[in-house]
């Protein structure tokens, strides 16, 4: 059973930074290239990718309006996704989500289409004021 556990949100002052982390458990860190991804979802706005980034290496991806401020990273040993984000904006408020793909890597035509992943987490709220 594949459950993917998101922590790390909580409510900043704009300018600040948080780093979310996405713990995976019954899903060994898969060493072929598999697409592990952040998304996000404010009130009344639809589910968007924010960033994404293949399991054992390769590109990562960033959604063009936190290019320079967001950071994806991994570490496989651990099961563990992360997220840091830095100069934090009103605008960053949403609940962030952890997604998983289970066969296929990310691609810069398909990382931030939310059908194509297979697993989600539950969320952490975000709030930036």
């Known amino acids: 059973h594949v459950q993917l556990v998101e922590s790390g949100g909580g409510s900043v002052h704009a300018g600040g930074s948080l780093r979310l982390s996405c713990s995976a458990s019954?899903?060994?860190?898969?060493?072929?290239?598999?697409?592990m991804g952040w998304f996000r979802q404010a009130p009344g706005k639809e589910c968007e990718g924010v960033a994404a980034?293949?399991?054992?290496?390769?590109?990562?991806y960033l959604a063009d309006f936190v290019k320079g401020r967001f950071t994806i990273s991994q570490d496989g040993a651990k099961n563990t996704l992360f997220l840091e984000m830095n100069s934090l904006k009103p605008e960053d408020t949403a609940k962030y989500y952890c997604?998983?793909?289970?066969?296929?890597?990310?691609?810069?035509?398909?990382?931030?289409?939310?059908?194509?992943?297979?697993?989600w987490g539950q969320g952490t709220q975000v709030t930036v004021s």
């Open positions: 997604a998983a793909d289970r066969t296929l890597a990310c691609t810069s035509g398909s990382w931030a289409i939310t059908q194509l992943y297979d697993y």
């Open positions: 019954g899903y060994r860190y898969p060493k072929n290239k598999v697409c």
């Open positions: 980034i293949s399991s054992g290496g390769g590109s990562a």
